[in-house]
């Protein structure tokens, strides 16, 4: 007997079943051999919100949630947030490896050639409330660029893929400032492709009446390090959202439309709105040792903490918490942070939290850096969705050219109702 198998025996029927091992996994399609009778489906797996069930097989982002490592192709986050850029690392999610200096250049006179968008899309923008969370802009902005760009649908051809790679990058800062801009009531600043991608994001959001905008080049940095640390997290919500929805081979545009969706929700990508409203709820520091009873009571959770995968201090939140000094040297501090802090300290040291391995997540301190550059909090998980859309892009033409994938479709277990006739409603007591 091969030592990379299992043996299941099947108490129903006392059969015995031998299932290949690889990867430390089994295919689940193999459980469709263990019948009762040769009439009977076989056997499922049952695993509501996929806990503990391997989608695709990956060679973009590994993580070790119980170590706290996240390491991009193999390059440690730590790594790439000291040395790299958002772009270059963008460019090794999607294409694989760290860019030459030539196909460096390239890639960025790319997305730069790439930023303005569609003078239509601004009337879109223009139609939606001035109240409009800029997060629901943005979903239904890029998911209309797939009516601008119907080349998008070859999605086997490879050369179509790398120029709606470029433009996805560089259109969504552009899309989620005009965003913003609509929701104070600004007019919209085109890009200044001499900037850099983010310097030029900073641009769009904050210009006034200079004739050229000079991004404080801290904040630049800073902003550019929270795009690397944000942008691939392998196989969450969104990217699933991502997977699934490009597995029925519709263009990229409404894939990450539909992956901007699934970000767009508190247990998510919102997670940093959530974070900051619950330090404005705790109010001082003295509140905070009551606010944690209330968490473990059950009656709230604590906004920033827990990850399905880390059960280990979140090595992103670890960065965060050293950019949010940095930052504040520039904008001064953010009075949130030593609610923050203090809040971290009763929390890991509590039992509660320790049982359930429950450390500071990417968002914990997000947030508050976000703030203190002057974004309102409606525009976090913009913040997010903007880096995320390259690892999304990575993820998306790794499933296609993966043999492995179809169309994903889930089982279910039936438990509704047998059979019945149908009763004309006439015919039905009150
Ligand atoms: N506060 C208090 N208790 C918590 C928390 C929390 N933030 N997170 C999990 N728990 C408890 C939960 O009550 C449960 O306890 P018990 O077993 O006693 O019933 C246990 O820990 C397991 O929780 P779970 O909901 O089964 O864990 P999950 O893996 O499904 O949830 C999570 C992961 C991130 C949704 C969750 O930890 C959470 O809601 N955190 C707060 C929201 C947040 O910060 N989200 C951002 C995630 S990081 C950014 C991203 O990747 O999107």
Redesign the pocket.
Known sequence: MPRDSLTITDNRTGQTYEIPVEHNTIRAFDLRRIKTDPEDFGLMAYDP?F?NTAACKSRITYIDGDKGILRYRGYPIEQLAEQSTYLETAYLLVKGELPKPSHLKAFDQNIRHHTIIHENIKKFIDGFHYDAHPMGILVGTVGALSTFYTDAKRIFDPESRRIQTHRLIAKMPTLAAFAYRHSIGMPYAYPDNDLSYTGNFLNMLFKMTELRYKPNPALERAIDVLFILHAD?EQ??STSAMRGVGSSQGDPYSAIAAATAA?YG????G?NE??IRMLMEIGSKDKVAGYIER?KA?E?????????IYKNY?PRAKICRQIASEVFEVTGPNPLLDIAIELERIALADD??IS?K?YP????YSGIIYQAMGFPMDMFPVLFAIPRTSGWLAQWIEMLQDDDQKIARPRQIYLGPDERDYVPVSERPE
Not at 266 to 269: A, R
Not at 300 to 308: D, E, V, Y
Not at 361 to 364: A, K, T
């Open positions: 919100a806990t997290h969450n919500c970000l508190p247990l998510h990508g997670a959530a974070v968490v059950g709230i959770r604590l906004m920033g903490f827990g990850h399905r979140d509660y939290f359930h429950l997540n990417v968002d914990f």
